[in-house]
């Protein structure tokens, strides 16, 4: 009874607790955890990428968090401590923070390369602060200098649409591509600029606003949820019918009769005195091979029956890949006894090794590459072994692309990077030439994968940069054929590709009647393949008929792989 008494006996009233304390302290904590949570945020972005730019740290929503928090703790720091916001020194103090964070800002962005290390090992957290301390200066200095600039039109209407011009600015980029407009850069960007702000300011109206003032209030949000969703859906649907490039891809096929040639030829004719004796007559002759060769050096003299077929090993990156489906395609379907092993491995050539930035991304290179820099080796001394190759051809666009090598991003026209490259191809040739295959380096083509953000070529696309590879190429090809150093025995070979496809010294698609290119500016097209072919394989027979009449068999033993590669269809070549 006396426990039962003290159950029921009615608890005494708790200690009433002041609602504004309780707010402080709640507000409080948030604000400890905003602070604390920016911190954490930003060391985390410094543990995963260590070396500058990583995918994960980039595109985590725990490392970007720090920029958030700095903001949410300026919200939270300014409601805390209202009364004293209000004081004159904390406007000049904002104010002057204001004044620091654009000077910071504007620093930041004219220094700092977003992939550096500096950018992941604090700078995108002095990016945050320098932006809060602009916030800051809105909020509580509206006439410092800072807020009277940014008040100058059109920077508030610009304001106000920001966040649509965030959102939308990244499928017009998608849209408005150069190989699709063949706009020049500056018209390209000016008119990038104006949709995006036109289709911005749209949404801003038309969207944005009524559904903040409640337009979309019971029946009509389940209308029009679904209604947007399907126009979203059919405007990508729509932009992407006619692919990029398709004018290119309606060209004439290539034959294996031969390109009828033009040529001029001066002639000298009867005329009337105090003519010319001279007159111009256009003449078109038909050829079955084309006169002129693209190879460094001659030819060597015949050597044994053509009775064997000649067997190609082809190696390099995407580009290998896509160039061997039309030269494997033209040597089934003509006189040419050639074999082709096509061994075209997207993203991994000889100078890959950790990252590559393509276009907007950054990512390691595929296998073998991306095991170890040794793997890709590796993987040519078993074909080798496995095929043994009369020929080994060798093409790729790898090494012109920003590449992570020994924690460190390169390109090519730095000194340390074309040393590396230059000793990584002279490795490379030594493996392929082991057993007594002509090696055959293949120049660069150049590039066309659209323009930049800022309307600029890419970087992996710009000519200087496919310059310094070709010349990288014939400088080892030529230290090769010296012997010196090498196991080939002399026998490497520069076939000039880049003249052979861009014969006006830049990027072209087309040729002519025939679409050489896929309609990325990158790969080649089974046409562009199968024209090549007309120029390389009367070469490639006279380059490994001695070896295939000394080598044991005729055709390859085992299952050869398929001359077009599984992931051939799913590029813009069709």
């Not at 029921?8 to 309780?22: F, H, I």
């Not at 060798?394 to 490259?421: C, H, M, P």
């Not at 002519?512 to 394989?537: A, K, M, T, W």
Request: charged share 10%.
């Amino acid at each position: 009874l006396g426990g039962g008494s003290l159950v029921l006996a009615p608890a005494p009233a708790p200690a009433r607790v002041d609602p504004e304390w309780e707010r402080r302290r709640r507000l409080q904590t948030l604000f400890g955890v905003a602070c604390l949570g920016s911190l954490a945020s930003a060391l985390l972005m410094v543990v995963l990428a260590p070396n500058g730019y990583s995918t994960r740290a980039y595109y985590g929503t725990d490392c970007r968090a720090q920029a958030l928090l700095v903001g949410a703790a300026i919200s939270i720091g300014l409601t805390l401590w209202r009364e004293g916001s209000h004081r004159q020194w904390f406007k000049t103090f904002a104010g002057v923070a204001g004044i620091l964070g654009a000077a910071g800002t504007a620093v930041l962005w004219t220094t700092v390369q977003e992939n550096s290390v500096f950018a992941f090992s604090g700078g995108f957290l002095l990016a945050s602060l320098a932006a809060g301390g602009v916030v800051l200066a809105c909020a509580s200095a509206p006439r410092s200098l800072v807020v009277r600039l940014l008040e100058l039109p059109p920077l508030p209407q610009w304001g106000r649409i920001s966040y649509g011009m965030y959102l939308w600015y990244w499928p017009v980029l998608l849209v408005m591509t150069g190989q699709r407009l063949h706009w020049g850069v500056y018209p390209l960007f000016l008119a990038r600029v104006g949709i995006t702000v036109a289709i911005a300011a749209l949404s801003y109206d038309l969207v944005e606003m009524p559904i903040r003032r409640g337009a979309l209030k019971h029946w009509r949000s389940w209308v029009a949820a679904p209604i947007g969703a399907a126009a979203a859906i059919s405007a990508i649907f729509i932009s992407t019918l006619v692919p990029v490039g398709a004018t290119e891809l309606a060209g004439s096929p290539v034959t294996i009769q031969t390109l009828a040639t033009s040529t001029t030829t001066t002639t000298t004719q009867p005329v009337a005195p105090g003519k010319s004796t001279t007159s111009t007559v256009a003449t078109t002759t038909t050829t079955t091979a084309p006169p002129q060769t693209f190879l460094s050096l001659p030819l060597p003299a015949a050597a044994g029956k053509d009775d064997k077929p000649v067997k190609v090993l082809i190696v390099g990156d995407s580009i290998a890949g896509t160039l061997g489906v039309g030269l494997a395609d033209l040597a089934d379907r003509s006189h040419y006894k050639v074999q082709f092993a096509n061994e075209g491995v997207p993203g991994c050539s000889v100078s890959m090794q950790a990252q590559i930035k393509a276009l907007w991304y950054t990512l390691p290179p595929g296998k073998p590459c991306s095991t170890n820099p040794d793997s890709l080796f590796t993987a040519w001394r078993k074909w080798v072994d496995a095929y043994n190759p009369d020929v080994v051809l060798y093409v790729a666009r790898g090494e012109t692309f920003d590449q992570e090598i020994g924690g460190k991003w390169q390109n090519l026209g730095q000194a340390s990077f074309d040393n590396y490259v230059t000793n990584r191809y002279s490795q490379g040739v030594n493996i392929l030439g082991a057993k007594g295959a002509t090696v055959v380096l293949m120049t660069s083509p150049y590039y066309n994968s659209g323009a930049s953000p800022s309307g600029a070529p890419w970087p992996e696309d710009t000519p200087n940069r496919v310059q310094i590879d070709n010349s990288t190429i014939r400088a080892v090809a030529s230290s090769a054929t010296t012997g010196v150093g090498t196991s080939t025995g002399g026998k490497v070979y520069v076939f000039d590709l880049n003249q052979v496809v861009d014969p006006s010294g830049k990027y072209s698609p087309t040729i002519g009647p025939y679409n050489i290119r896929c309609n990325d500016g990158v790969h080649f097209s089974q046409s562009g393949g199968e024209y090549v072919g007309l120029r390389l394989l009367p070469d490639l027979l006279a380059l490994g008929q001695a070896h295939a009449a000394s080598s044991p068999g005729g055709a390859w033993p085992g299952t050869m792989p398929p001359s077009t590669p599984s992931w051939f269809p799913s590029l813009p070549c069709q």
